[in-house]
Every structure is written in C-alpha cells, then in structure tokens.
C-alpha cells in the first residue's frame, strides 16, 4: 500500500513550522528526525512544504535511476538565479541538456592540463603572500580571493588582467545578496525593484557585472581569435544538429554561473581541509613528507606523486561536503520508499546525512584519509560530494585537481596552526561555509 510521508510535528514554530528549524540548524534537525520519522519524511510551512529523502538508495533513486521523474531544481535554487540566470546549475529539461552537451568540451583532461600550469602559479604567489603574515588571520577571504582568481583566468585568460579582475568584487556583492535571501527568506516577497539600500547595491552590482561580460564577449565575437580559455570554449560551442551557438544572454548566464558554483565551493573545501590538517597533527606530517618527498616538480605528469593528498581531499570532502543538500522537484508522479510523491513536491537530498551517518561509516567524525585508500574507496550511494546522476557537477575534475595543488603549494611552503579559542562552526546556506570564519597562524617552513 502507497502511503502519505509522515510530517514532522515537533518541534515547530508558530508561524513558519518545522521549516524554521531546518533552516536554522539542517545539519542538527535533519539526522535527528531522521532517526525519529524514517527514510522519508516532510518538513512543512506556510509558504510549501518539503520532502526529505533521507536513505542513500532512495537517493539514487531520486538523482540517478528514476531522475525523469525529478528533472526540475527545488525551490531553494531560485536564489541561485539571482546570481547565475537560466545557466547550467539552474536550468532543467531538454534545454539543460542542451547546454551541458555544449559546455562538456571545455572541462575535457586536455582541457584542465591546460590550465594546470596557472593554477600552480596563482595557488605559489598566494602562498608566498600568506607566509608573510605574521600573525593569525582569517583564511577564508584568502582562498575566496585564490579560487576567484584561478575561475577568472580560466575564463577569460588574457582579459582577466583588466576589466575582469573587477568581477571578483560583483561576485561578492550578489553572493552576499543570495545569502541575505536565504536568511531572511519575506525579502523573496518584496518586490525586487522596491528602492533600497539592499537592491540599489544588488542592482548596481548586477549592471556592472553583466556591463563586464558582455564587453568581453561582444570583444572575443569581434576578434575571433582563440584564446584557448572556457570562454572561447563556450564561443565556438554549437549544436550538432542545428549548428546554432549561445546567444549573449545565454553565454553570460554560463560564465556567472561557472564563476558562482566554482569558486565559493572549492574557497570553503580550503578552508576545512586546512583546519583539519592544522589540528591532525600526524596527518599534516605525512602528508608534508609526500609533499616534500616529491621536490619542486609540479607538472601534470607529477601528480602521481601525491596519493596521499588527495586522499586528504577526498576525506575532508566526506567531512565538510561544502555542497551540503541538493533539490529536486517532481515533475512525474512516484513512489518513494513506498510513500506517495505528487509531482509539484519539493525534494532535499542531504548529502551531509550519507557522509556522517553512523549508518554508513564507523566512526564517522573521525578525520581518516585512510578511508580513501585505493582498495578501500566508498561506495557512491554514501559519498558524493560532487552530486550524483546526470547533473553530476561537471567541475568535479577541475575542483580535484585544483584543491590538490593548493594542498601542495600552501603545505609546501607554510605550516597553519590553530588559533587557541576560535570557534570553528559549519553554516550551511548555499555551501557549507566556516559561519565565524576560519582563523589559522601561518608559520613559514623555511
Ligand atoms: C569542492 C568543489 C565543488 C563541489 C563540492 C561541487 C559540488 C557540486 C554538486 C553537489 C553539484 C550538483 C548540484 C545538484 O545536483 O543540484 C554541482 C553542480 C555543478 N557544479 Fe560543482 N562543485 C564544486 C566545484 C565546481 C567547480 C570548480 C565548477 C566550475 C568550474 C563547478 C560547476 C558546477 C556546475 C556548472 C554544476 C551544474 C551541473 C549541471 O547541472 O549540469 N563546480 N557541483
């Protein structure tokens, strides 16, 4: 017998329901009712409720295996558009795929080789400035600064030097607009070309932001020269059987959107992975001597050299899943665990619950890059940081590979110590963020 998902009945809030405390605290509420409701359960509130898919299999199945029936993102993507449009993380259906088989090329092996060689030289000089501090700092805007620097270059290569080094500070502004939404969700009600502070500076930041791309992109039509970055990628993008490329608006929303979902999420995946290294004192050891074992080489064919760094990777990923939920909408009526899902129903996949779980791993708060030996690696249905099915993250190799080299280049030439005393506190809003920041001691090695 198909049956209703059960509803969470406490504990609630008087106006906003159990939502209020998913969305305060999800990483506390979600594991817990979980335990209490089962494999499927719904969290409600005024304004729509939502469906927690919280058993690996059912994930799957919702991801990967019956994924025609959940083809659209859920409602919490919405104040993704404000930052990224109608691009490849938001957009759904024929054409989504449309435009994945058209961005695909540009994250080709050949591809990332290419730019192998600036992100060592970027993640270099960043280390080289942080070993001048000298004193405890926060290194979160460290790494915002580092990973929009390396997404800017890969997009724009040459012209990253000029206009486009401003876009760092747009990206900024319209991150912190998507986050004020997220925490003070009746804004999503204002209308958005109501006069304020808060839409002046969001509006004005948009204008200069798209001013920017479309410059750029009008410049590269013009020239038609091959700059050999993503955005000649995209540019001389078409499709197979019409042979039509992207328009302006559409190449825009893709470059905002490789510019959104690839830099917070790997500046954040720094962030925890230095902190646990930093209070894991013999991880750091090994993990230095693999470092240092391998010399200054760092080419793409030297990668090999650094197994143990990328377990580190992989294992601080598990900890600190910086894309911590995924959503789905059901556009096709289904059964879940033999409970009803309507199509209209929204969907959250908390992929934090599968890393966690004691469920899944044993002692899972455990720091233990061993979990990711050759012969030991996980199954996917618990570990995916990087999604699941076929909106898989398309920038999962680009992330991997740039997160070792940063690894290599900061704990080559520095050593982070813990600040005694600092609260160190996921947030999970758009990406699972440190909430007060992540303050580390950088001590030159030599
Ligand atoms: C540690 C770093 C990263 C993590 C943890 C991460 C995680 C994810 C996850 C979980 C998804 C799936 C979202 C969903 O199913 O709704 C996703 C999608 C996506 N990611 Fe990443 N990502 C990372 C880095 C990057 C980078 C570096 C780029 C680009 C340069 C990128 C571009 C994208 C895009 C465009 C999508 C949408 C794909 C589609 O729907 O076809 N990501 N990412």
Redesign the pocket.
């Known amino acids: 017998m198909i049956r209703i998902a059960p509803a969470v009945d406490e504990p609630r809030h008087w106006l906003m329901g159990s939502a209020f405390y998913a969305q305060r605290d999800p990483l506390k509420w979600i594991p817990r009712w979980a335990e209490k409701y089962g494999d499927v359960y719904t969290i409600g509130s005024p304004i729509g409720s939502a469906m927690v898919v919280a058993s690996p299999e059912l994930a799957r199945q919702v991801?990967a295996d019956r994924y025609a029936h959940y083809i659209e993102?859920g409602r919490s993507y919405a104040v993704l558009r404000i930052l990224m449009g109608n691009?490849?993380?938001t957009s759904s259906g024929e054409f989504?795929r449309g435009q994945?088989k058209l961005?695909q090329p540009a994250f080709h092996r050949r591809r990332l080789d290419a730019i192998f060689a600036m992100m060592v030289r970027r993640s270099r000089a960043m280390a080289e400035r942080l070993s001048k501090a000298d004193q405890a700092l926060d290194i979160a805007p460290v790494f915002s600064q580092l990973t929009l620097e390396i997404?800017s270059e890969?997009m724009f290569s040459t012209d990253v030097e000029s206009e486009a080094s401003k876009v760092g500070g747009y990206i900024h502004i319209l991150n912190e607009t998507a986050l004020r939404m997220l925490r003070q969700p009746w804004r999503f009600f204002m209308p958005r070309r109501f006069p304020t502070p808060f839409t002046k500076t969001e509006f004005n930041a948009r204008a200069s932001m798209d001013a920017i791309v479309h410059n750029i992109i009008e410049r590269r039509r013009k020239g038609g020269e091959d700059h050999d970055d993503l955005l000649s990628m995209f540019l001389s993008a078409c499709d197979e059987e019409t042979g039509k490329g992207m328009s302006n608006e559409q190449l825009r929303d893709e470059v905002m959107?490789?510019f959104v979902?690839?830099?917070e999420?790997?500046a954040n995946?720094m962030c925890w992975l230095l902190h646990l290294v930093a209070t894991h004192p013999e991880i750091e050891a090994k993990l230095m001597a693999e470092i240092d074992a391998a010399g200054d080489a760092l080419d793409t064919g030297s990668l090999a050299a650094f197994p143990y760094t990328r377990q580190v990777v992989e294992e601080s990923?598990r900890m600190f899943?910086?894309?911590w939920s995924?959503?789905r909408r059901c556009v096709k009526e289904d059964e879940l665990g033999g409970y009803h899902v309507r199509p209209g129903t929204t969907l959250l996949i908390p992929?934090f619950h599968f890393h966690w779980g004691e469920k899944w791993w044993s002692e899972p708060r455990k720091f233990d890059p061993d979990r990711f030996l050759p012969d030991r690696k996980p199954s996917p249905e618990i570990y995916?940081?990087?999604?699941a099915g076929?909106?898989?993250?398309?920038?999962?190799q680009?992330?991997l590979q740039?997160?070792v080299i940063m690894t290599v280049c900061f704990l080559k030439q520095l050593r982070l110590r813990p600040v005694e005393g600092f609260p160190v506190e996921p947030d999970a809003l758009i990406t699972l963020r440190p909430k007060w920041g992540m303050k580390l001691k950088p001590e030159p090695r030599w």
């Open positions: 991801l993102k691009g490849l993380v989504w994945r961005t997404i890969a959107t490789m979902a690839g830099h999420t790997t995946a990923l899943p910086t894309i995924v959503g992929i995916f940081p990087f999604g076929p909106r898989t993250c398309i920038g999962n680009f992330a740039e997160l």
